[in-house]
């Protein structure tokens, strides 16, 4: 079975045929068991057509010791050597890592008391280029098998799905960049001040790094009611020091001069009524400070400092100038520094190591888009690190191969994760892919406008004539909330519409602001495509916002399913894979035979348990060999 590579290459394409058909086999199996589980019944032609595919399985793959069975063999080995050299490439960064952070910090509370430390920043500087070595291996490793290239591309998409289904931050390289940048500094207790647009993922972003420092952290949401009180603490009634009757005459104080302040400001909405509350409580409690009525409640600063947590402050920039002046000097404490409590006198509280502050907000001023934003004045923003967070890179132009080649689609393959089963497969209409290329790029140009940046003059509004006119979206952009949503309930109805529906009914049609709504429409429907089936309208120029309305979108249908395996979707997703540079040695009908009932016991037997180590490499090999065909 010396056959040339071209002859190899005929039974690879052969090969991938089949795993086409034995993939949807493995999906029909899946729909029959689900089936008898729910005691529905099961189709009669959903049985015969799972024959008639094991049928073409079993022909397709020939003889015990065809080359088709021999190419299985090399394959399933390639894979399993990639998914193994992946986990411990991604142990041992994890390794390096951490020991990097604890020089670091140790380095820096050297520097701190005036010691000098050349034996660490050289470790320091091993350990450095070990990371560096770690990724380029790591990068070559996807680029090593044309299995190494589908099975651990596979396995990316499906952690990002993993992470989507549980309302995590995905974490695709770019998020990983930035989440190395930001633990890097608060893990030496650098503030970090995280900017972006809305729906960045900036708030999410600042949470996920706290968590991988290793706790929760305490989140302050900033807004413009935000008081000295809401960070640093207030004073509580303590009503076991006092009677039973005495707490209730303070209370019943304490409403009627509340009630009196709703009565002369009967506008106020439920913050105000809050923070008016607390004021007049805090007051009260001040009148009566002669007795023992009242304790100090910690606020979420001097609690995080306490038990060295990560503090979010949500929004900064939204909170009053003269409340962030107060954070003066708390950004400049380092671990074991003393605070005095001033709302409190005579208590203290120790800088706790794992103390350290993020804040999120827009660092740009100017914008419509952020009413009731504060300016903030260099002197404090230079107390931390900024960090912009920009939203996920995606090309506005061109094929998806082309982006894939510059790193620059993560938002697609983000869309596909969200499209394919937990196999890899996408099962859905024919269009599909390129229906969520066109709005994975149309996102990326709302998500430019919106964020004031120059797109070009082929994205301008149009006006009745024609003419072009530069537009910025005041109030709507298509940010990974909105695409989720729109995708959720696209598969959630079976994909029984085409995608043009969800688009308006989930996101264009609830544009608040009518020129909003009348721009998307013109963006969709005239750059890239949507709204071009039957009964929608054309879009009127810009001039005409406030009269354009679709008050019953078309429900046209979508497109025939096609069933694609996962690498027609890997292609799309990550480009083409490197070629196959080692073929299969001869070998026996017994050992084909021997490997083929392996890989059967793999899919009958393998758990889904992913707490010991045999066990994680086992269900992936499980997982990820589908992408190769048995006699299952």
């Known amino acids: 079975m010396n056959q040339p590579q071209d002859a190899w290459r005929g039974v690879e394409q052969n090969v991938e045929v089949v795993e086409k058909l034995a993939r949807k086999r493995h999906a029909i199996a899946r729909e029959e068991w689900r089936a008898k589980r729910s005691a529905k019944g099961v189709r ?55 020991e990097e952070a604890s020089l670091v910090a140790e380095i820096r509370e050297a520097h701190e008391t005036g010691e000098s ?26 680029q090593s098998t044309p299995e190494a290239f589908f099975g651990l591309h596979l396995k990316q998409l499906e952690e990002y799905k993993e992470q989507m289904t549980k309302g995590k931050i995905v974490e695709t390289p770019y998020v990983e960049e930035q989440l190395e940048n930001i633990i890097a500094h608060i893990g030496v207790g650098t503030p970090v001040f995280l900017h972006g647009h809305l729906g960045s993922g900036k708030t999410e972003l600042a949470m996920h790094a706290a968590r991988e420092m290793g706790k929760e952290a305490l989140v302050i949401s900033g807004s413009k009611y935000t008081s000295t009180a809401e960070l640093y603490g207030h004073q509580t009634l303590a009503v076991e020091k006092i009677d039973q009757e005495e707490a209730k005459a303070f209370a019943r104080e304490i409403e009627n001069e509340f009630n009196n302040w709703k009565s002369e400001n009967i506008h106020a909405n439920e913050a105000e009524q809050n923070r008016s509350h607390d004021r007049i409580l ?104 900024p960090i912009e967070h920009d939203y996920l890179p995606q090309a506005t132009e061109g094929k998806p191969e082309d982006a894939a080649e510059e790193g620059n689609n993560e938002l697609y393959q983000l869309l596909l994760a969200h499209m394919i089963d937990k196999n890899g497969n996408l099962d859905a209409p024919k269009s599909a892919m390129d229906d969520l290329w066109r709005l994975a790029k149309a996102a990326r140009v709302t998500q430019d406008l919106f964020s004031g940046k120059n797109s070009g003059d082929a994205y301008y509004a149009q006006d009745a004539t024609g003419k072009g006119i530069a537009y910025k979206l005041q109030k709507s952009v298509l940010a990974l909330r909105g695409l989720d949503r729109i995708i959720r309930q696209w598969k959630a109805d079976d994909f029984s519409k085409e995608l043009d529906a969800y688009l308006w009914n989930d996101f264009v049609g609830e544009a608040v602001v009518a020129e909003d709504r009348l ?64 073929w299969p040695e001869a070998i026996t009908s017994d050992e084909a035979s021997n490997e083929l009932d392996n890989m059967l016991a793999d899919f009958e037997t393998l758990g889904q348990s992913m707490n010991e180590a045999v066990e994680r490499l086992q269900e992936e090999v499980g997982a990820y060999c589908e992408i190769y065909p048995t006699n299952s």
């Open 117 to 142: 430390t050349p034996g660490k920043s050289t470790i320091l500087r091993r350990i450095r280029n070990q990371i560096d070595s770690n990724n380029i291996t790591h990068d070559a490793l996807y």
């Open 519 to 582: 721009f998307l429409y013109q963006l969709l429907k005239n750059q890239f495509g949507f709204f071009s089936g039957k009964n929608w309208p054309e879009a009127p120029g810009i001039e005409k916002a406030k009269s354009f309305k679709i008050t019953k979108p078309p429900k046209n249908q979508a497109e025939e399913r096609d069933f694609k395996g996962p690498r027609v979707v890997i292609r799309n997703a990550f480009g083409p894979e490197p070629e196959r540079t080692a």
């Open 282 to 385: 805090r007051t009260m409690l001040a009148s009566k400070r002669g007795g023992t009525v009242s304790d100090y409640f910690l606020g979420p600063v001097y609690r995080a400092m306490d038990e060295g947590k990560i503090l979010i402050i949500d929004e900064i920039n939204a909170i009053p100038h003269e409340v962030l002046i107060s954070l003066n000097h708390i950004l400049t404490r380092k671990i074991n520094d003393e605070v005095d409590v001033q709302q409190d006198s005579g208590r203290k509280v120790s800088v706790k190591k794992g103390f350290s502050i993020i804040a999120t907000g827009n660092l740009d001023e100017g914008y419509e888009q952020y009413v009731g934003r504060q300016s903030m004045d260099a002197a404090f923003i230079s107390r931390f690190h």
């Open 44 to 98: 009669p032609e959903v049985t015969e057509e799972k024959k008639s595919l094991s049928t073409e399985v079993e022909k397709g793959l020939g003889e015990q010791d065809s080359p088709e069975r021999a190419l299985v063999t090399l394959q399933r080995e390639n894979l399993i050597a990639a998914l193994r050299e992946d986990r411990r490439l991604k142990a041992e960064y994890k390794k390096l890592r951490e």
